[in-house]
């Protein structure tokens, strides 16, 4: 791995460099009133560096709201066709965690059957990290994550005073970085690593993920998810801003000129109660504990076991966004762990 | 400049050459209404045959109405045909339904796991089926009779409830009168209609059973409406059946097929993927599955 130097400045002179070329698509965090979001950039001076999180997580761009899969002619079957829309796209600012989402998504996207309308977003991007310089209060993903975020990123920022260094941890991000104005790092390893550790959690999961498979099979029936479950409103705002939630819904749209159509997929959650509803309107999931419960289950066992990698990131967006202030992972161990059955 | 593999892309709506939720094209060969709900297809791919096994299950689509996942109900077979009993319940279901012969729609799949067959060649067979229950099962069924040698006692037992809801009404006919296999029926419910035969829920058919059936050697492939399977797999217990001799069927929404959507897990189990067909040795201890 290389490792250089670029001052700040620099940097984003050559951010606005490369939004000259358009043949690539540049995606940065800018500010949004007193909030941050993903968003394309028009200029380099949009571009922020310096945030504690964003509203959604980068996801959007991979996995989009509301994407066409298949374009038809209504009623005629042999009229389909798959689509898909994508463009080269260059991603600034990702926090780690979010990156470590990424990864989880390259995996269930790939993994057995391969989703190509993901696949090929996805394989046309580049990655920039940056180790978060903000706190926020509803971090914790140093206690869930495990460096998984190197595994996806092409190119890691470290900020130190008015440089930026930086991590080539691919062939494709060392290409892009050709024509910045780099320098050979001369910060010591330990200044390097004092900088990416320069935001501490206020918070971590009370229980170390490796054995969170079995502490929550141990505590399926837990007062917690009745607790919390009265509590939910099913309103989906947990699922809606997370970075691993990746369920979706099939649904076919018709043009009112009804000579085309297509088939759109679209968020869905868990959480939302029509979620395990079948035709006959047999509800597997029907109640607000059993959903709240499947939540977690999904993020501390069931994607685990199938993927390999603990599915939350400690990105504290859904504990922010819940309406009731119950959906974080942390309240919801801690509770377990004061409520031992 | 990055790389361009595969895809055009220009951030304009291209063409993907492949995609898993891109339906091939079948033709409808055969409609007939079985009930006033539920009506049997025959469905013919353009290019192939299905290659499904028994207990699999396809995804049927309207081309803007949507997808709905629908049982198999003919058994494994070379040609380009394939059976499915369609239940009217929702909007997809309702436009097959309004389908003429010569119609298309589009069908991907097969998907999920399917009735061990090949492993319980030379055992005993107590098929329990409830309503649309009988459709999946069905294609077990037919391809035991077809290969009747191949296993010892087949029992067959359907329940629906009342005389209306009868599927494959011939084929039941059939099933009573040959000699080689055991056939039961009953309905739940039968208020001054015209049904000489016996009425109770499915589980009253099973103490008929008890001492002919020995469970050691008997493999119970039990499918129906999810309020069944509780009360069926007591009774199998009672008469002793271990529970890696009973086999489900499970009913989800199984949106993609393709264990993406999310819509169909229970527990760590992707129903689309894993299942429908299960051991019920394998998922009794979870805690969503029946």
């Not at chain 1, 043949?23 to 001076?45: A, C, M, P, W």
Request: with cysteine; net charge neutral; glycine share 8%.
């Amino acid at each position: 791995m290389d490792i250089v130097k670029i001052s700040k400045d620099d940097f984003i002179a050559f951010i606005g460099k490369k939004l000259k070329d358009k043949n690539t698509k540049t995606i940065g965090v800018v500010r949004k009133g007193s909030h941050y979001v993903f968003d394309q950039l028009h200029s380099e001076k949009e571009l922020c560096l310096d945030y504690d999180v964003t509203l959604l997580p980068p996801k959007k761009y991979f996995q989009p709201p509301r994407e066409t899969l298949l374009k038809f002619a209504p009623f005629k079957a042999d009229s389909y066709v798959a689509v898909n829309v994508c463009e080269p796209l260059t991603i600034v600012g990702v926090h780690y965690y979010d990156l470590a989402a990424i990864y989880l998504m390259d995996k269930a996207f790939s993994q057995d059957e391969r989703d190509d309308h993901y696949i090929q977003k996805r394989k046309n991007s580049l990655l920039i990290g940056i180790y978060p310089t903000r706190h926020y209060k509803y971090r914790f993903a140093r206690s869930v994550t495990r460096g998984q975020y190197r595994k996806v990123a092409d190119l890691m920022l470290i900020h130190i005073g008015d440089n930026l260094v930086v991590e080539v941890l691919t062939e494709k991000g060392k290409k892009y970085l050709e024509g910045a104005n780099t320098e050979e790092n001369d910060y010591s390893m330990k200044e390097v690593e004092d900088a990416k550790n320069l935001v501490r959690d206020d918070q971590k999961l009370p229980v170390p993920i490796e054995l969170v498979p079995e502490y929550l099979t141990q505590n399926h029936s837990h007062g917690v998810w009745e607790h919390f479950g009265e509590k939910c409103f099913s309103c989906g705002s947990c699922v809606l801003v997370c970075p691993t939630c990746y369920c979706f819904d099939v649904m076919d749209e018709v043009e009112l000129s009804l000579e085309q159509g297509k088939r759109i997929r679209v968020w869905d959650g868990c959480l939302l109660e029509e979620f395990a509803r079948v035709a006959d309107g047999h509800n597997f999931r029907r109640t607000r504990s059993g959903r709240f419960r499947h939540r977690i289950f999904r993020k501390g066992k069931h994607l685990p076991l199938k993927y390999g990698c603990f599915g939350c990131v400690g990105c504290g967006r859904c504990a922010d966004a819940c309406t009731s202030g119950i959906a974080g992972p942390v309240k919801i161990f801690k509770y377990m762990e004061d409520h031992k059955s | 400049m990055q790389e361009k593999e595969d895809c055009q892309c220009t951030g304009k709506e291209e063409i993907q050459e492949s995609s898993i939720y891109l339906p091939e094209v079948a033709t409808l060969l055969r409609k007939e209404k079985m009930t006033q709900f539920d009506s049997f297809f025959e469905f013919e791919l353009k290019d192939r045959s299905l290659g499904h096994l028994p207990g699999q299950f396809a995804e049927i689509s309207i081309p803007g109405i949507g997808e709905a996942p629908i049982s198999i109900s003919s058994p494994p077979s070379d040609v380009k045909t394939f059976e499915m009993v369609i239940r009217k319940v929702g909007s997809v279901t309702g436009a097959v339904h309004a389908l003429e012969k010569g119609d298309s729609v589009g069908i991907r799949g097969p998907f999920g796991t399917s009735f061990p067959m090949d492993g319980l060649k030379g055992k005993n067979l107590l098929f329990i089926t409830g309503g649309i229950g009988l459709v999946p099962a069905r294609s077990a069924i037919k391809y035991a009779l077809e290969h009747r040698k191949d296993y010892k006692n087949i029992w067959i037992l359907f329940g629906c409830k009342d005389p209306d809801q009868r599927l494959f009404t011939k084929e039941l006919a059939e099933w009573e009168k040959r000699a080689d296999i055991d056939f039961y029926e009953t309905v739940d419910r039968c208020d001054g209609c015209d049904w000489q035969g016996h009425v109770g829920v499915i589980t009253t058919l099973l103490p008929k059973l008890e001492h002919i059936v020995d469970p050691f050697s008997t493999y119970a492939i039990v499918v129906g409406p999810p309020v069944m399977y509780k009360y069926v797999i007591l009774g199998l217990r009672d008469m002793e059946f271990p529970d890696d001799h009973i086999i489900v069927s499970l009913e989800r929404r199984m949106k993609c097929g393709v264990g993406k959507c999310g819509h169909c897990q229970m527990d760590n189990i992707y129903v689309c993927q894993d299942g429908p067909v299960f051991y019920y040795n394998d998922i009794k201890h979870l805690k969503e599955a029946i």
